[in-house]
């Protein structure tokens, strides 16, 4: 079992930057494919970015291909998951949230089964 925390989130103008971050606790955090979601309000969650098991894979949704950036550190003291933001946009708002997948490299919420509780991202224009 993982539990995920997310940290990071924030309010920043339009065209800056944020970096967020998910630390996981379980000794498999590894074995997992890790993806970021969002949710704005009245909207579905929708994929983001994933990330392979061993970082070596990754896809976007198009709305952030070239902006966001996905990564993850394996080692064990640390376990983290993060991505980066770049040259946020007003459609960038929502509440974001990692959450691991056993391996479907899915872009549906549905396959993926640890969720952390969601860190909001605000842009001001």
């Known amino acids: 079992q993982l539990q995920l925390v997310e940290s990071g989130g924030g309010l920043v103008q339009a065209g800056g930057s944020l970096r967020l971050s998910c630390a996981a606790s379980g000794r498999t955090f590894s074995t997992y494919t890790m993806g970021w979601f969002r949710q704005a309000p009245g909207k579905e969650r929708e994929f983001v970015a994933a990330?392979?098991?061993?970082?070596?894979?990754?896809?976007?949704a198009d709305s952030v291909k070239g902006r966001f950036t996905i990564s993850r550190n394996n080692a064990k003291n640390t376990n983290t998951v993060y991505l980066q933001m770049n040259r946020l946009n007003p459609e960038d708002p929502a509440v974001y949230y990692c959450?691991?997948?056993?391996?479907?490299?899915?872009?549906?919420?549905?396959?993926?089964?640890?969720w952390g509780q969601g860190t909001q991202v605000t842009v001001s224009s």
């Open positions: 990330i392979s098991w061993n970082g070596r894979s990754t896809r976007y």
């Open positions: 959450a691991a997948d056993r391996g479907s490299w899915s872009s549906l919420p549905h396959e993926y089964v640890y």
